[in-house]
């Protein structure tokens, strides 16, 4: 669909995807740094989560029981 320019616009017989990007507004600085800020943290997140149970029973001594009930306990509070 083409968008439909008055005839006296300099922009009339320029396609849809050839429109220049001058008068669209940048992400402030931020914005962009709270989102890679998040992505690393969620990053960092997803790497630890399944070293977990290793870590708990290996170096804290945790018996397989008391791993059932930690995550018991987590898959109940994350479902609430």
Known sequence: MRRSYDTCSRFANMAPSEEPTKGRPRLPVTVLMLGVTSFFADVGSDMIF???????????????????????????????
């Open 50 to 80: 399944p070293l977990l149970p290793v870590f708990m029973v290996g170096t804290l001594g945790a018996t397989p029981a008391f791993l059932g009930l930690v995550e018991g306990v987590a898959d109940a509070t994350a479902a609430c």
